[in-house]
């Protein structure tokens, strides 16, 4: 892959066909950092013909109104479409999954025209921390107290809701990272850093790293859909509020239908990896608790569920979501997890449906 070259509540036991029980400890390298997290607007940051394409800019929308099309990337994927298509079920028009005159009027209204800006990189954001031997085996994570980001790139590009190759593909392949640099992102804006007492897993910081509001509408009712691969949220009236994409089970493992219950969420969880529940983990691997972190196996938040051994949660890998399996849980992109931990509370109905 071409890359940029780079210059709460207390966190709750975790149970998990992911991930057993696991006692929580402080992670003091995602505690708030010194310093602004925000992106300054750079000069000469508007549109351009060859950044701002019209999906792009449906995309973009799309996510900031909690309709989530997975990775912004200017693709018209089976993500983008099923948002859309939900986006027009929610606002009363036809639900075809299509760009259409009266969905872009509605898509736009309030919203700037620019899929994409020119942002300058904060000090703050620079620093990371960034782990960057960080290995791919989750066997073999047990050794690094902080499971970061590799890269200012891959970090970047949570930060933005994309994918590395589109961020080399809006700046090309000599762009150097570092604090002080401008670079182009799609237009994810800044959030106001989340008040939340007690903090001690450095929720608020993430949700700031992730490009994330702490204040999300209160969810009552969430449905997963296996064969859409969607994860809809409704509110008390039964309003469609939100959809994301999912991943959801496998033949190994498969999504259990029926209707549960939210017991807890854990923000920046602990992992306890056990390969006992794993039917594709080496016969090698030994049981073995993993630090917090964005490339953990659960991303940056567990929800837990009434079902035992199944959670919500989300990935290290955003751009497999809705492409390949999982362990029977329901992943997310980290961002889209985090938004969603904000909705949800202990006794939300989670529906299972085929």
Not at 45 to 59: H, K, N, P, V, Y
Not at 73 to 98: C, I, N, V
């Amino acid at each position: 892959m071409k890359r940029l070259l780079p210059l709460c509540l207390p966190a709750l036991v975790m149970i998990s066909a992911c991930g057993p029980r696991s006692e929580p400890t402080a992670d003091p390298s995602n505690a708030a950092a010194s310093g602004t997290l925000a992106f300054a607007n750079a000069p000469g940051g508007g549109e351009t013909e060859a950044a701002d394409s019209l999906i792009m800019r449906a995309q973009v929308a799309l996510d900031r109104l909690a309709f989530s099309p997975g990775v912004i990337d200017g693709r018209q994927g089976q993500s983008y479409k099923l948002a859309l298509a939900a986006f027009q079920e929610a606002r009363g028009l036809p639900s075809t999954g299509q760009l259409d005159p009266a969905t872009q009027t509605a898509l736009f209204q309030g919203q700037g025209t620019a899929a994409t800006l020119l942002v300058v990189i904060p000090e703050a954001f620079a620093r990371g921390p960034f782990v960057r031997d960080l290995p791919h085996k989750t066997a073999e994570l047990a050794r690094f107290d902080h499971l970061g980001y590799r890269s200012m790139t891959e970090a970047l590009a949570e930060r933005f809701h994309t994918t590395p190759d589109t961020l080399y593909a809006l700046n090309g392949p000599n762009t150097a990272l570092a604090a002080g640099r401008t670079i182009r992102v799609p237009a994810i804006a800044n959030v106001a850093p989340a008040k939340i007492e007690g903090d001690e897993r450095g929720w608020a910081d993430t949700l700031q790293r992730l490009g994330v509001a702490g204040d999300q509408p209160n969810a009552e009712r969430i449905v997963v859909d296996k064969s859409q691969g969607t994860l809809r949220v409704y509110d008390k009236a039964e309003k469609l509020i939100a959809q994301f994409p999912v991943t959801t089970g496998s033949a190994h493992d498969p999504l259990p239908i029926g209707t549960w219950k939210i017991k807890g969420t854990s923000r920046n969880p602990d992992y306890q990896y056990d390969p006992d529940l794993f039917w594709d983990a080496s016969k090698n691997d030994k049981a073995k608790r993993l630090a917090p972190g964005p490339n953990g196996p659960v991303g940056v938040v567990w929800i837990d569920l009434s079902k035992d051994h199944y959670g919500i949660h989300g990935t290290p890998e955003p751009q497999t979501i809705g492409r390949s399996e999982s362990h029977g849980c329901v992943r997310l992109t980290n961002w889209d997890a985090a938004r969603l931990a904000q909705m949800v509370h202990t006794g939300t109905e989670v529906v299972f449906q085929p």
